[in-house]
């Protein structure tokens, strides 16, 4: 079956880096769009990025331009996050997803990766 | 960009209907047929529940539809059961080839 198991979170100072990595298995990960969403506690959903399937197309939400990154390996069925110049407003739980196509829906999720911002 | 505008909460009893409404610009809800909702239990991740604005993954109840008008999604869950108390957050695509979330809405069955 289709998992996805995100990894990478925990506890970092502001400013500081971290990336976040996603393993999948159970579907052919080199036809699948990928996603990082994220989740602040008690808040709603947070769309973060998309990556295409052989990773030329990229596109980001407008506060992550610039300090995120997303990339993939399809050799190793893994999707990355690199964040940089973390904010305490970034505290969150990172979810990655995968859709069909930049154009489909998050038709399966992972469980997340907790990250939080703090001094 | 602003989070796409959704009740925070909606409740109805056991057997009843509800609908969520999700409204957003003509560059998102209303530009594109790329409107999805999702489901999310406490402590759990989002499940999808509705694609293309009124389209059903296999699997999900009969009981979950939904319609688009100009630019606002709605979500109508009949048939409340206890089980469908949820966050529920609608999605869709934009013009600047991004995605967008609505804030969410609590749903409470009574």
């Known amino acids: 079956q289709v998992q996805l198991v995100e990894s990478g979170g925990g506890v970092v100072q502001p400013g500081r880096s971290l990336r976040l990595s996603c393993a999948a298995s159970g579907f052919t990960f080199s036809n699948y769009a990928m996603y990082w969403v994220r989740q602040a506690p008690g808040k709603g959903l947070e769309w973060v990025a998309v990556i295409s399937f052989d990773g030329n197309n990229k596109y980001y939400a407008d506060s992550m331009k610039g300090r995120f990154t997303i990339s993939r390996d399809n050799s190793k069925n893994t999707v990355f996050l690199q964040m940089n110049s973390l904010r305490e407003e970034d505290t969150a739980l990172y979810y990655c997803?995968?859709?069909?196509?930049?154009?489909?829906?998050?038709?399966?999720w992972g469980q997340g990766t907790l990250v939080t911002v703090s001094s | 960009q602003s989070a796409l505008t959704q009740p925070a909460s909606v409740s109805g009893s056991p057997g009843q209907s509800i609908t969520i409404s999700c409204t957003g610009t003509s560059s998102d809800v209303g530009g594109y047929n790329y409107v999805s909702w999702y489901q999310q239990h406490p402590g759990k991740a989002p499940k999808l529940m509705i694609y293309?604005?009124?389209n059903r993954p296999s699997g999900v109840s009969h009981r979950f539809s939904a319609s688009k008008s100009g630019n606002t999604a709605s979500l109508t869950i009949s048939g409340l059961q206890a089980e469908d108390e949820a966050d529920y957050y609608c999605?869709?695509?934009?013009?600047?080839?991004?995605?967008?979330f609505g804030g969410g809405t609590k749903l409470t069955v009574l």
């Open positions: 997803a995968r859709g069909q196509g930049l154009l489909y829906p998050l038709d399966s």
């Open positions: 293309d604005v009124t």
């Open positions: 999605s869709s695509y934009t013009s600047s080839s991004t995605w967008m």
